[in-house]
């Protein structure tokens, strides 16, 4: 069974880092892109950045740009996001996801895109 498991999540002090994770199970997916989303309460899921398959090449939601900083490991099959400069803005449920097109150069940056999701982490920043 394939599964997506986050953990990281925490409640911080703004200005404080945090790093989350998530290992994939099942399969390898290091032909795919992989995905950080979050979702605040009342909100829509909203993309943070993504990376490539291959090379993997960064993309960063502009509200993250400078602070944020995706990377995987295929070897161990996870994917990571170092979080710096923290802010309450960032409170939310963090969910990693599995692109649906393996081999792709094509930029995926809308939750339909991702087929396989993790089931959270919650991170909260207080102020």
């Known amino acids: 069974q394939v599964q997506l498991a986050e953990s990281g999540g925490g409640l911080v002090q703004a200005g404080d880092s945090l790093r989350i994770s998530c290992a994939a199970s099942?399969?390898?997916?290091?032909?795919?892109?992989m995905g950080w989303f979050r979702q605040a309460p009342g909100k829509e899921r909203e993309l943070v950045a993504t990376i490539t398959w291959g090379t993997g090449n960064p993309y960063y939601a502009d509200s993250v740009k400078g602070r944020f900083t995706i990377s995987r490991d295929n070897a161990k099959n996870t994917v990571y996001m170092q979080m710096n400069s923290l802010k309450p803005e960032d409170t939310a449920v963090y969910y990693c996801?599995?692109?649906?097109?393996?081999?792709?150069?094509?930029?995926?940056?809308?939750?339909?895109?991702?087929?396989?999701w993790g089931q959270g982490t919650r991170v909260t920043v207080s102020s």
């Open positions: 996801a599995v692109a649906s097109r393996p081999f792709s150069f094509l930029l995926s940056t809308t939750p339909d895109e991702y087929i396989i």
């Open positions: 099942g399969r390898t997916f290091s032909a795919n892109a």
